[in-house]
């Protein structure tokens, strides 16, 4: 099970290495018109096009498992806190434990900000190399 606390953050950051570095690795690897003949830019944008949606889709799963994970314990202590309204702890960690939800929540706002400014990247270098499939 996945640490949503302690590893979350760092996670993210490893997870978005590929969209930090986009622009970079089509500079790199997607030729300009000048030099197109020398590399397979299809076969390049094709694999970069799988990476990102790759990694998009993961980050998606693990940002959606650690709001699922946090919201079940924010419910469980929501549950006792009802039984016990003189418990200051419970209500610090309740606190703590929803401000962290609502933490996780805004990282998929941040995702869709990411994923959009990759894909528009990625568009503008690879549309004339590579058209992805149409059910993507």
Not at 15 to 20: E, F, H, S, Y
Not at 38 to 59: F, G, V
Not at 114 to 128: A, G, H, P, T
Request: charged fraction near 35%; charge should be positive; proline fraction near 2%.
């Amino acid at each position: 099970m996945l640490d949503c606390l302690g590893q979350f953050e760092e996670l993210l950051k490893v997870m978005r290495t590929i969209d930090d570095r986009i622009v970079h690795e089509l500079n790199t690897t997607v030729p300009t018109a000048s030099f197109a003949g020398k590399i397979d830019a299809s076969q390049t944008c094709k694999q970069l096009y799988e990476s990102l949606r790759d990694a998009h889709a993961s980050r998606d799963r693990v940002i959606k498992n650690c709001i699922a994970q946090t919201s079940s314990v924010v419910k469980q202590l929501r549950e006792e806190r009802e039984k016990n309204l003189d418990d200051l702890t419970l209500l610090k960690q309740l606190r703590k434990e929803q401000t962290k939800l609502k933490w996780m929540q805004s990282e998929l706002n941040v995702e869709e900000v990411v994923n959009d400014r990759s894909w528009k990247v990625f568009n503008e270098r690879c549309r004339i190399h590579f058209k992805p499939p149409k059910n993507e």
